[in-house]
């Protein structure tokens, strides 16, 4: 086997220029198969990620709609409380978001994210400063700290809009504590976050009592801790971040595996087409040649041989090359997609994984055998007088 | 090797090869017998057309005769899988072409080895037969150089060397002098006579009334049909 590749090695060699056009035309286009293949399951993965990174494995709504897409929960005190008390949940913690508006040191922000919470676990990481105590603190992310010239220690003042009530709410102000990162946060877009007293105190005392959703970590058992608070709260609706990645797959986040999929096969009919033209014409091309082996004694199957290993040979090399190139093309790509408004920072599109690898592997290894079907057939089939005195008419 | 055995190496008997062509039917070979014998030097000539190479390609087995039979050493080649006849192929018989047909990314060498690697044979093995060959043709010193860096002639005497690689009993030379200037052509005519005088029977198909000269056996061909045949 080794003296048929270093065979099909110096056949590549011999026309350097078809052989490095093959390589690369494999190389851009295994790129795009890989960054397809790490997009098609690249938001689930990131957004299971960031799931799992917030401490929390049961998410708990009024209503079907995911998380701070439906009904708010209602008492959700009590509810929080009652599912303090169930064995299989260590610890719950109430989570409202509301828009607001930040001024401080005479700057103002529109449309910023105001979270709050009530419970032991914070889904949020301090990079400066301290995390919130009281309910006059509050934390800022860094793009917040930035804007408004903030940093531990000032004063931000906040007007919520508390459910889109027609009042105007009351102006409050709050001491800064430190700066954070928040999971879900979209790059460019303010966002601070303080207790749920500290938010309805914003909020003027209206709406108060009320949650987007109680935020569950397990006491180790998700599956137990689900079938609890479903029991103990049939008003409630709880999910798993495993049940949340699913809904999401099957709504918006289907739409990147479809497109992912008809960009595959477009890529790898391509890989096919380029590498199938490139060795009909090679072998077209040495046609005598090969009547001439197969005439001194070669087999058939040493010319086929031949013809397969050349289009592995194109396809490996191509391919290996595309990993580290589709690399880079995924940063760049995910970068600029990342862009687009309200993406959290921390979402990717292009996540790795291994199975991607095995995918590509395994899609270029099929591309390198059904392009050379064609060519194969034109060497295995090839009369060896006709192609002969052919070539010596021609 | 110096011995000439008389026996037969291959026979062809009333071998027809007919071509399906648009306007009809074309007879390339006509009910045409023939023998070669170990140790034999056959030429065969004749006009463009009138069978000649396709009687070569048949008693080379890479043809096929549409009726009549063709034995080679007492087989009937008709009865042999295409594997089985790439092996007879490899190990019995030699092709020169007139295009030479060497690989032009390999060395002169590496294109003599070629053959030898496909029979099997041992690396060392085929290192110490491949300058063996060389020298025997003349181009020792031109071992490591590529076909583009050789004259045509050069290219022939690695191509007689190649078909020489694995000891075949018969070797078969397609016009072998035909792309090749006339002292060129001697140098190569020279070598076969070399090559079948060492044991090898040849049979050379060729226009150059001067090659054909050197057989002792000259079939001359018309229609398909051996039409006149005389003999040293």
Redesign the interface.
């Known amino acids: 086997m080794s003296s048929v590749l270093s065979f099909a090695w110096r056949s590549l060699v011999r026309q350097p220029a078809r052989s490095t056009l093959g390589i690369l035309g494999v190389a851009a286009v295994g790129a795009l198969l890989f960054d397809m293949l790490l997009l098609s399951e690249g938001l689930v993965l990131s957004m299971r990620d960031m799931l799992d990174r917030m401490g929390f494995d049961v998410r708990v709504t009024a209503s079907e709609p995911l998380p701070g897409q439906g009904a708010d929960i209602e008492h959700a005190p009590g509810a929080k409380r009652a599912l303090e008390a169930l064995p299989a949940v260590r610890s719950v913690t109430s989570v409202r978001s509301e828009a607001a508006v930040m001024r401080g040191n005479g700057i103002s922000v529109p449309d910023a994210m105001f979270i709050s919470v009530d419970g032991p676990t914070h889904p949020w990481t301090v990079t400066d400063g301290r995390d919130i105590a009281a309910d006059d603190e509050m934390v800022v992310n860094r793009f917040t700290a930035d804007t408004l010239k903030l940093s531990p220690g000032s004063v931000v003042n906040i007007s919520a809009s508390c459910g889109g009530r027609a009042e105007a709410p009351p102006r409050t102000d709050f001491r800064v504590v430190g700066v954070v990162t928040i999971p879900f946060e979209a790059p460019q877009r303010a966002a601070g976050a303080t207790t749920i007293p500290g938010l309805e105190a914003a909020c003027g005392g209206t709406r108060a009592g009320i949650a987007d959703f109680l935020a569950v970590a397990s006491a180790g058992d998700t599956a137990a801790a689900l079938a609890a608070i479903a029991a103990a709260r049939p008003d409630l609706t709880p999910f798993t971040n495993e049940q949340i990645v699913g809904r999401l797959q099957q709504g918006g986040f289907a739409y990147f595996r479809q497109i992912s999929t008809v960009l595959i096969t477009v890529t790898v009919s391509f890989a096919l087409l380029l590498i199938t033209v490139l060795l009909t014409v090679s072998v077209n091309q040495r046609l005598g040649e090969v009547a001439a082996l197969r005439a001194l004694g070669f087999s058939r199957r040493r010319v086929v041989l031949d013809v397969f290993c050349e289009s592995a040979l194109i396809v490996g090399m191509g391919g290996l090359l595309s990993l580290p190139l589709g690399w880079v093309l995924a940063a760049a790509l995910d970068d600029i997609l990342k862009r687009m408004p309200g993406i959290p920072e921390q979402l990717h599109f292009f996540v790795f994984r291994p199975d991607a690898l095995v995918v590509h592997a395994a899609l270029l290894c099929a591309t390198a055998v059904l392009a050379a079907v064609y060519p194969m057939q034109l060497v295995a089939r090839l009369p060896i007088a006709t192609t002969l005195r052919n070539e010596v008419i021609g | 090797m110096s011995a000439l055995p008389s026996s037969t190496i291959v026979e062809a008997t009333s071998v027809t090869r007919q071509f399906q062509m648009p306007a009809g039917p074309v007879f390339a070979v006509r009910d045409l017998s023939l023998t070669i014998a170990a140790g034999a030097y056959t030429a065969i000539q004749g006009p463009s057309g009138c069978g000649k ?2 009687l070569l ?1 048949i008693l ?1 087995c ?2 096929t005769p549409s009726s009549g039979s063709l034995t080679f050493d007492g087989q009937d080649v008709a009865r042999l899988r ?2 089985a006849r ?6 019995q ?3 020169v ?3 030479f ?1 060497l ?4 060395t002169a060498a590496e294109n003599v080895e070629l ?1 030898q ?3 099997g044979v041992s690396k060392p093995t085929r290192l110490e037969r491949s300058r063996e060959l060389l020298e025997y043709v003349g181009l020792a010193a031109r071992a490591g150089h590529r076909p583009s860096q050789l004259s045509g002639g050069e290219m022939q005497r690695v191509a007689i060397a ?2 020489l690689a ?1 000891r075949p009993r018969l070797l078969l030379a ?2 072998p002098t035909g792309e090749l200037d006339q002292a060129t052509g001697e140098h190569v005519a020279a070598l076969l006579d070399r090559v079948n005088a060492d044991g090898t029977a040849v049979v050379v198909v060729t226009h150059d009334s001067a090659l054909a000269s050197r057989a002792r056996r000259v079939l001359t061909m018309k229609d398909g049909r051996i039409d006149r045949e005389t003999t040293a």
């Open positions: 190479s396709t390609h080379g890479v043809d295409d594997h790439s092996l007879l192929r490899l190990r018989i030699g092709f072409f007139q295009r047909y690989l032009p990314m390999l053959p690697a496909e029979a190649r078909a694995n397609d016009e």
